[in-house]
């Protein structure tokens, strides 16, 4: 398909170019188990090793925090499960109400009852000051907050997060998907656990990693066999990440201008429409929009009609009923959100696409008005 039409990179990525090459040349060269006792194998498990030391030292950490898994949402599970294994007995762990669902659920798996939600500021982040009053009263063991947010591109304080938490010493856990690949990583070793997947940063599907703390006791998020240290048990996909880490060594941050451009055409031609957060320090690749009517599945399907592919917020929550959960969090009322969309790209959008999209908006909001001002027109001629 036509990927400049494609703005919902918050749900997935194409493969990059880079990726698909490791891939392939992987698939043909290191299709080894990286186990097996020959030396043929060795070579291949010496490059799956190479790539772990060069996500450590991307992130600044030593190459045993590094544990590959399938992805974030099997990474935010193991940490909660670890926690739930190894914290005293009815510890309580903080958590932000704005989180993917692979960490809401895990907190209330795990934890039940023993979940204490932060507060939200004025703009959809977590309120700092009163996580530092949670963290210093030491009401909690734990704390896991976000670094960006798939549905609104918040930004979290995650820096000043990982600051409170290390002088109380409360495990701090920061999902990073969204972030990676989008914005400098520059301080996420201060955070004890980082989540992060391949799929948001132009990888393959079914592969991430997860970091851990610096000689994190008795850890281990799959039972198995022996692999990486017995941390996380399973063959490893070898080629999956050699092209993790080709698509993340390729990964470029963005710039908010071609973003701002849209929305100030947008609000142009539709003076009603809204930006979610508009205030707050957000990802320079997302727009989550209030639009004035008809609900969001709606502008979907004219959208993609016209080439277009925005969504209306997480795909893993597609298939639940009721509003976003975020937006619920942040106090929009659940009428309102059913008109929210999302729109987010990939470094390469140019102003171009984005004001192509601008204008796909326009024409739908005609054709939808025009639609519903017919449909009022029969009903009352009949």
């Not at 060069?54 to 992130?59: K, Q, Y």
């Not at 070793?189 to 997947?197: A, F, H, I, K, L």
């Not at 975020?326 to 959008?349: F, I, K, Q």
Request: aromatic residues 8%; glycine residues 8%; negative net charge.
């Amino acid at each position: 398909m036509e990927t400049k039409a494609y703005f919902d990179y918050n749900a997935t990525t194409p493969l990059s170019d880079a990726a698909k090459l490791a891939w392939l040349e992987a698939a043909d060269t290191a299709w080894l188990n990286p186990s097996s006792p020959y030396r043929a194998a060795a070579r291949v498990h010496a490059r799956m090793e190479n790539a772990r030391e060069s996500f450590a030292e991307a992130f600044a950490v030593e190459p045993q925090r590094v544990v590959f898994n399938s992805g974030a949402t099997e990474g935010n599970n193991a940490v909660f499960a670890h926690w739930q294994q190894t914290l005293p007995k009815r510890s309580k762990v903080a958590v932000s109400p704005t989180e993917h669902p692979s960490v809401i659920e895990s907190a209330k798996h795990f934890f039940k009852e023993r979940v204490l939600w932060l507060a939200l500021d004025e703009y959809g982040a977590v309120d700092i000051a009163a996580l530092a009053d949670v963290v210093l009263a030491g009401e909690v063991v734990a704390v896991s907050v976000m670094a960006a947010n798939n549905e609104t591109g918040i930004l979290n304080p995650w820096q000043k997060i990982a600051e409170v938490c290390a002088k109380q010493q409360v495990a701090y856990h920061c999902d990073a998907s969204q972030w990676i690949g989008k914005l400098p990583l520059d301080g996420l070793s201060n955070c004890d656990y980082v989540t992060g997947c391949a799929h948001k940063f132009g990888g393959p599907r079914g592969v991430g990693f997860l970091m851990l703390p610096q000689g994190a006791a008795r850890f281990q998020s799959l039972h198995g066999g022996a692999q990486q240290g017995e941390r996380r048990a399973g063959t490893e996909d070898v080629a999956g990440v050699l092209a993790m880490l080709a698509a993340f060594e390729a990964a470029t941050c963005g710039q908010p201008e071609a973003r701002d451009a849209f929305m100030r055409q947008l609000q142009s031609t539709i003076p009603e429409v809204q930006l979610v957060c508009k205030h707050g320090p957000r990802l320079w690749n997302t727009a989550s929009v209030l639009m004035p009517e008809f609900a969001s599945e709606r502008w979907i399907r004219a959208l993609e009609k016209r080439g277009f592919l925005v969504s209306a917020g997480s795909a893993c929550s597609s298939g639940k009923e009721g509003p976003s959960h975020v937006l619920a969090a942040m106090g929009v009322d659940a009428t309102v959100a059913r008109r929210v969309l999302r729109m987010s790209s990939g470094s390469r959008a140019t102003a171009e696409d984005w004001s192509l999209l601008a204008d796909a908006i326009q024409l739908v909001y005609d054709e939808l008005r025009s639609a519903a001002e017919g449909s009022t027109s029969r009903v009352i001629t009949l």
